[in-house]
């Protein structure tokens, strides 16, 4: 079926405004992830989400940041009051979910949204 | 504290010319290695799941090999359009939060 989707593909806002990202996942993965990837870095973990579970939200930088998941399939990632180091790509992707390791925890990449905050 | 370091940050090689591409890592129980490749604008795509030492996996051009510290991505004789950013990733026994490297990106001249 469909890989990843995320979206928008990009958004453009100005500091101090809330913003919205969503992503898809592979139907059937019940585990999720949030990344944030700033230029020339590696990937920022924020976010993980394993099926009905309490989600684990170490990586999330600050309190401005917070996502849900609905239904155990389409995750929302909100960022408000938006500040200029914000600015960054957001990846989200999916796997089958870690339970004995291997293979379930492959995890399939959407493309991204650029988030340039002004 | 599970880490990973990619080397060379960069590397150019003319195509055809063979390299090798290194992670090495520190990990409180390997549970798995990932490599993953990502385009300009996308997202990374997987290409190899290695668990213990020893292991080899192998897709076209590219080679993965593991040790109980490290691991390589062989390219041999690679052509542009293997160029990209060539990431490693762990998954430990003492966590289910994934450790990315910062990645190597690879640029291949014709």
């Known amino acids: 079926g469909a890989g990843v989707s995320q979206s928008p593909s990009n958004k453009v806002t100005e500091k101090g405004k809330d913003v919205e990202l969503r992503c898809d996942p592979i139907?059937?993965?019940?585990?999720l992830y949030w990344y944030r990837q700033s230029l020339g870095q590696g990937l920022e973990f924020l976010i993980y989400?394993?099926?009905?579970?309490?989600?684990?939200k170490s990586g999330l930088p600050s309190d401005r940041f917070s996502a849900e998941r609905t239904g155990g399939s389409v995750s929302t990632l909100t960022i408000q009051r938006t500040q200029q180091e914000d600015s960054a790509v957001y990846l989200c992707?999916?796997?089958?979910?870690?339970?004995?390791?291997?293979?379930?925890?492959?995890?399939?990449f959407g493309p991204g949204t650029r988030l340039t905050v002004l | 504290e599970d880490q990973v370091t990619q080397s060379p940050e960069a590397l150019r090689l003319q195509e055809g010319e063979s390299s090798s591409l290194n992670c090495s890592y520190t990990?409180?129980?390997?549970?798995?290695l990932f490599w993953y490749r990502q385009d300009p604008g996308k997202g990374p795509e997987f290409l190899f799941t290695?668990?213990?030492a020893g292991e080899e996996k192998e897709k076209e051009r590219l080679k993965a090999t593991l040790t109980k510290k490290e691991s390589f991505l062989h390219i041999t004789a690679p052509k542009p359009e293997d160029s990209a950013t060539y990431l490693c990733?762990?998954?430990?026994?003492?966590?289910?939060?994934?450790?990315f490297g910062r990645g190597t990106s690879l640029i291949v001249h014709p």
């Open positions: 290695l668990y213990s």
């Open positions: 992707a999916s796997s089958l979910g870690v339970s004995a390791g291997g293979s379930t925890d492959t995890q399939y």
């Open positions: 139907s059937g993965h019940t585990a």
């Open positions: 990733r762990l998954l430990s026994g003492g966590s289910y939060i994934p450790t």
């Open positions: 990990v409180s129980g390997l549970r798995g």
């Open positions: 989400f394993q099926g009905n579970s309490a989600p684990d």
